[in-house]
């Protein structure tokens, strides 16, 4: 609750001014408020409800009606003034956030029920009411208590309470997740090789996955799930996707060091965790280098001849080379837990960071490279062997499929290193690799198989009905439902008996957990998905429009709203859907993408080119966009400037195929035979 003792920032009538709105922080009868613009984008006085966070920042909730909770955007520095702290300062500085906008504080992506809860209380439960809009969120307590990581306590209470033989008469103290991984093991450190090996490898992920209920990126899509219960049973787990990770697999965006550490060489050797963090006290087992002695031994890697800085310098310190940091939410610097060998290099190769110049900025990564290999001759390429294969897939290169495909059936590779390869894969899926994904079906790994259901989904008719039936009784539930979603557009005749009551019992644990999170629009445009490929048309529309007033910014239910009305022969109301949602949303790509393609059906090409044209500009990253407008300009007679398009889009995207070969055909035409071979 926010209250004198709770509360760390200045509420003494003080102002801070953000995107042209000058908001007010004061007390009023012993309670905090704050004077802003409100979700119609008029000031008014908000009072304080709770706080949330304490270090290195604190942020502040107001109750609004059905229940939401919403954190505001204008957060508390906590940070010591000497640092920079003790200041009032906005969570998106670079963005002019204005009322409507998703990411306002009174908007959905800064709803605390939804985005934040889950991790920061214990037991929580969401209880979103889709019929009333209304939100009847429940915890056992606010804050991250025991439970939140062991269960429910009340065996443990009576374990704690027996006397004789209590300390030893019932496993696991009576704790429900006793995360005991640890017990019985020791690390013996081998002089010759200066590292040390587990007494006995590691026999569960149990620990792992508690942690990663909160330390990972991944969307939920249940509560009723307890801490020691399989991770897939209620969160799917975010892959090495280029959108969160670089191509070597550092942090790009919030990631929470799940995805890291899985890569990581300390997880293939069995380390969990508690072997570095305390997780009661909340701090490191020892302080500084002296955490990474525990493992490796300081005399042959606490010295100058390995690090090649001072030493008790900053750069002498582990993680400075080996978890470099990123900051987040502006002043929140976070470990990369990849525990990556730093390889300036692949910066030179690949654009890819590296932690000898976020300290050393004002040199080159050429320089940095020069440097690594003057000390390591022999080179240190590390543990993680991605970069080249992910990259090469990201741009379509050349032998990205070979790349991909040597990963995947190299099982010294972690799993999730795998499961991200198999994921990849989706874009270069030839009979040649079809058989390495089926083969992940298999895999004792939930990842890997959640990634091989994701591809075998874009697959044709009779390839799925072919592999993926197996998959509806998995033991992973994110599996399980994938494989029914993926069938789902196909007659449960198609499936013998046994497998279509599977079939049954996976597809509404998929819809199940689309109205677990009936708050978002995400969910309701996958429902409207499945409705579509089940042939119930309006049900899918009504889902679609749903998804629209729960978040008309959100594009891509208007796009497919507008296709839908396509099939019915409704241009008219497609063209109008998209419109309206332009309104709300007018940078983004696929609407005007969406809107030219609509016109263009209505013949009315010179209004189509422009939004088609509109979109390449909004979305240059996408080769797809550059292309379909190219074959637009061309298809109306403006062939140069078709051209030019096409190498535009190939100088920016010059393994892109489509464009490749549209570019060829069309300077044949204008009699252009050597650019054509070119």
């Known amino acids: 609750m926010a209250n004198a003792r709770t509360v760390l920032g200045d509420f003494n009538d003080t102002n801070f001014t953000y995107a042209g709105v000058t908001s007010r922080f004061f007390q009023r009868d012993g309670k905090f408020f704050v004077n802003t613009d409100g979700p119609d984008g008029r000031s008014g006085d908000f009072e304080i409800q709770y706080t949330f966070g304490v270090a290195p920042l604190q942020q502040y909730l107001v109750e609004f009606p059905g229940g939401r909770l919403q954190a505001l955007g204008i957060a508390w520095d906590a940070r010591p003034k000497a640092d920079g702290g003790q200041r009032w300062f906005h969570l998106y500085p670079d963005r002019e956030l204005k009322a409507g906008d998703p990411l306002h504080w009174t908007g959905i992506d800064q709803n605390w029920n939804f985005q934040c809860a889950d991790c920061h209380s214990t037991d929580l439960r969401k209880n979103f009411d889709a019929k009333s809009e209304t939100f009847k969120t429940t915890w056992s307590e606010i804050n991250v208590g025991c439970e939140a990581c062991h269960g429910p306590a009340s065996h443990h209470v009576a374990w704690a309470k027996k006397e004789g033989d209590w300390q030893t008469a019932v496993a696991g103290k009576g704790l429900v997740a006793a995360l005991d991984e640890r017990d019985g093991v020791t690390w013996m450190i081998d002089p010759a090789k200066g590292v040390a090996t587990r007494s006995k490898p590691r026999q569960s992920q149990r620990e792992i996955e508690v942690c990663a209920r909160c330390h990972a990126r991944r969307g939920q899509f249940s509560d009723e799930h307890h801490a020691g219960q399989p991770l897939h049973d209620a969160f799917r787990p975010a892959l090495l996707e280029p959108r969160l990770y670089y191509a070597d697999g550092q942090q790009r965006d919030e990631v929470y060091k799940y995805g890291s550490f899985l890569q990581s060489r300390m997880h293939a050797q069995g380390v969990t965790c508690s072997d570095c963090h305390e997780p ?137 290193v795998r499961a991200s390869a198999i994921a990849r894969l989706g874009r270069y899926l030839n009979p040649g690799a079809l058989g390495f994904v089926v083969d992940a079906l298999g895999d004792a790994d939930a990842n890997v198989r959640m990634a091989a259901v994701s591809v075998l989904a874009a697959a044709d008719v009779e390839t799925r009905l072919r592999y993926l039936p197996r998959m509806l009784e998995d033991p992973a539930r994110i599996v399980r439902m994938d494989a029914a979603r993926a069938l789902a557009g196909e007659p449960e005749l198609r499936l013998r008996a046994e497998a279509a009551r599977k079939f049954s019992a996976a597809l509404a644990e998929y819809v199940s957990a689309q109205r677990f999170n009936a708050d978002r629009p995400e969910a309701h445009l996958s429902l409207g998905g499945l409705y579509l490929v089940r042939a119930e048309l309006e049900k899918g529309q009504a889902a679609y429009r749903k998804a629209l007033s729960i978040d008309p910014t959100f594009g891509q239910a208007a796009v497919n709203l507008a296709d839908s009305y396509r099939v019915q022969g409704r241009d008219a109301e497609a063209e109008a859907a998209l419109r309206r949602a332009l309104e709300t949303n007018p940078e983004s790509a696929v609407l005007h993408h969406a809107l030219g393609l609509a016109l263009v059906r209505q013949k009315r090409v010179p209004e189509a080119i422009a939004e088609l044209g509109a979109a390449v500009k909004l979305a240059p990253e996408d080769p797809r966009l550059a292309y379909v407008y190219a074959i637009a300009l061309h298809d109306t007679g403006q062939r140069d400037a078709a051209r030019k398009a096409l190498e535009a889009n190939v100088a920016r995207h010059p393994y892109d195929r489509e464009s490749l070969a549209a570019l060829a055909l069309y300077e044949r035409e204008a009699g252009e035979l050597e650019r054509a071979r070119g």
């Open 280 to 416: 009661h006290t909340q701090k490191l087992r020892a302080p500084g280098n002296a955490v990474c002695a525990q493992c490796h031994l300081p005399a042959q890697y606490d010295t100058a001849s390995h690090h090649h800085h001072q030493p008790e310098s900053k750069g002498a310190a582990c993680t400075a080379c080996h978890m470099p940091t990123t900051t987040y939410m502006v002043v929140d610097p976070r470990h990369d837990h990849s525990m990556s060998i730093p390889r300036p290099d692949r910066t030179v190769a690949l654009g890819t960071p590296n932690a000898c110049n976020a300290c050393h900025a004002d040199q080159s990564p050429q320089w940095a490279a020069d440097h690594a290999q003057r000390w390591y001759p022999q080179g240190k390429g590390g543990f993680q062997s991605v970069a080249e294969a992910f990259d090469a897939a990201e741009r379509g290169a050349p032998g990205a499929r070979s790349a991909l495909l040597r990963l995947v059936e190299d099982r010294a590779q972690p799993a999730f």
